[in-house]
């Protein structure tokens, strides 16, 4: 998944103590950050027991059906050694056998039971960023036409994607992708190549939609809605990207004195786009990142579900409990505690959440992606989420 805010990135610094256990710096391109971990107890955190557990219990079970199926006995967190795949299966099995129920106060206890607490910080810096992403939706057709003129595309076969962690540790978390030159891996056709008309007549079109500004936003987002000419509702979710650099045009038009720091947001972006078409194609194709799709499921009808879309662990994502982390260090599946305020109220939100997707632009140890749902409320909270934070994760306790 791929968050609205890849647009503008920034880093709130508090100095604190030294941390018990520490990661140097990883030397995978980007990955500038030293991951530490401090121990805490759960009375620590503020509003620990005012959470309702229910919800993110039977989130997290949703994981552990996958969690389960894996084969790894790799690390939670890479570099650290108090916690593995082997562990968080066990406790995977703990909390399909145990009887929760609507219980809050007995979920609740459990994640105090089988896991232990631990604040992230980067090198000494505890405080992080918070952005949010949501569920677009899309009006579109299974047929082009004057109306329905930008292509959503599958998958090219010739698409080749490979994870660095099978070559290299430290680049645990990295993907490159690509296509065959021969005996050479080169670069995929850019965003403006394929507008361009690169996969053109390759029978790759999966849908088409009439705006090309809503399919700019599908791809940051990486999955939505579409509401197709005949009444119908489809979801489409991530199939691959062309492993072409990703763009913030939102940190161009910031650079360029267009949107202040402080005004930047998805609907500020959008705004200015939809205000000047002449230049907004030729923003757009500075990004390079271009995304595939496939059709994930028929809603059936042009009424909304429960039901999120696929994240990057495999699993149905639920709204305000799924939360997008940076693969490199954290495994998928691990429950996670945020510390932050709400991009509309500003009230805290404090919450149990699981760690179930990811993203280009989520970078760094104290880095997280609120995932908000579908609906108007959902994009305006996701559009206008930059929120200072703290995050800490449970690790599971070995089960002798």
């Known amino acids: ?181 021969g005996s050479r891996l080169v670069p995929y056709a850019s965003r403006s190549a394929i507008d361009r008309g690169a996969l053109k007549g390759k029978g790759l079109e999966l849908l088409w939609v009439d705006n090309a500004i809503d399919a700019f936003f599908l791809h940051i987002q990486g999955s939505g809605r579409v509401v197709l000419d005949t009444g119908e509702m489809v979801r489409v979710g991530f199939a691959g990207r062309n492993g072409q650099p990703y763009f913030a045009i939102g940190r161009d038009l910031v650079k360029r004195g267009i949107i202040s720091k402080d005004k930047i947001s998805l609907q500020t972006i959008r705004d200015w786009l939809e205000r000047n078409p002449s230049q907004a194609i030729d923003l757009m194709h500075k990004n390079k990142s271009y995304v595939f799709f496939r059709e994930l499921k028929f809603l059936g009808s042009k009424t909304s579900d429960n039901n999120g879309p696929i994240g990057a662990s495999g699993v149905s994502l639920t709204p305000g409990r799924s939360l997008a982390v940076d693969r490199r260090y954290f495994a998928m599946g691990m429950p996670v505690w945020i510390d932050t305020s709400h991009p509309l109220t500003n009230d805290p939100l404090r919450r149990l959440m699981i760690a179930q997707d990811t993203g280009g632009a989520i970078l760094g140890p104290v880095r997280g992606d609120f995932f908000w749902g579908a609906g108007v409320e959902a994009r305006e909270a996701a559009g206008r989420m930059k929120q200072a934070g703290q995050l800490y994760i449970l690790l599971p306790r070995p089960l002798r």
């Not at 998944?1 to 995978?28: D, E, H, I, R, W």
């Not at 795949?85 to 909390?95: G, N």
């Not at 405080?127 to 992403?133: A, D, I, K, M, S």
Request: proline share 4%; hydrophobic share 35%; charged share 20%.
């Open 1 to 181: 998944m791929f968050s609205v805010k890849y647009f503008f990135l920034v880093f709130f610094v508090l100095l604190t103590g030294c941390a018990k256990f520490s990661l140097p710096p990883l030397q995978n391109p980007g990955a500038v950050q030293s991951l530490q971990l401090t121990p805490v107890r759960f009375e620590y955190l503020l509003d620990w027991r005012r959470d309702d557990y229910t919800q993110v219990f039977a989130t997290f079970l949703r994981s552990c059906n996958k969690i389960l199926k894996q084969r790894t006995r790799g690390q939670l967190v890479t570099g650290f050694s108090v916690g593995n795949i082997p562990d968080l299966q066990r406790v995977c099995q703990k909390a399909l056998q145990d009887n929760i129920g609507n219980s809050s106060e007995k979920a609740r206890l459990f994640f105090e039971t089988w896991f232990k607490l631990y604040q992230v910080s980067d090198g000494l810096n505890k405080q992080g960023l918070f952005t949010g992403y949501y569920e677009p939706q899309l009006r579109g057709s299974r047929r082009g036409s004057s109306i329905y003129n930008v292509a959503l595309y599958r998958r090219p076969p010739d698409l080749i994607s490979a994870g660095l962690g099978q070559f290299r540790k430290d680049w645990s978390g990295q993907e490159i992708s690509g296509r065959l030159n």
